[in-house]
């Protein structure tokens, strides 16, 4: 028997401490998850197979975006949402606090390096 349940995200999110990813739900081979942050960056992302959608429920973040040749900031603001296209490394800086909905449809790779694309 089909079972459905509504969830809302800063339910899941609770008292998460910074940092802390909560999944809502899962999504094809990823999830819809939130997660609250304070200053900071993040690593860098990369997801070969599918887009990630952001939405900054709260605070502001700057998407920093690798193309082939080139990075490009984004503002993030809150009620903004941004879509990162599959096969681009990204990252987090978050400007003060940030609270984010995310939707990863697939795998995601990780990478500390200052310029990931290097790392191919």
Not at 2 to 15: A, I, T
């Amino acid at each position: 028997m089909l079972q459905l349940e509504s969830k809302h995200p800063l339910v899941v999110l609770g008292d998460a401490a910074e940092m802390d990813f909560r999944e809502v739900a899962a999504f094809n081979n990823g999830t819809i998850g939130i997660f609250r942050s304070g200053a900071g960056q993040s690593p860098w992302e990369y997801h070969p197979d599918d887009d990630e959608i952001l939405y900054a429920m709260d605070g502001a973040v700057t998407i920093t975006v690798l193309s082939e040749t080139d990075s490009i900031d984004v503002l993030v603001e809150k009620g903004a949402l941004l879509v990162v296209p599959r096969g681009h490394w990204h990252r987090h800086t978050v400007h003060e606090s940030l609270v984010e909905l995310y939707v990863t449809p697939g795998a995601t790779r990780h990478s500390m390096a200052d310029d990931p694309r290097i790392e191919q």
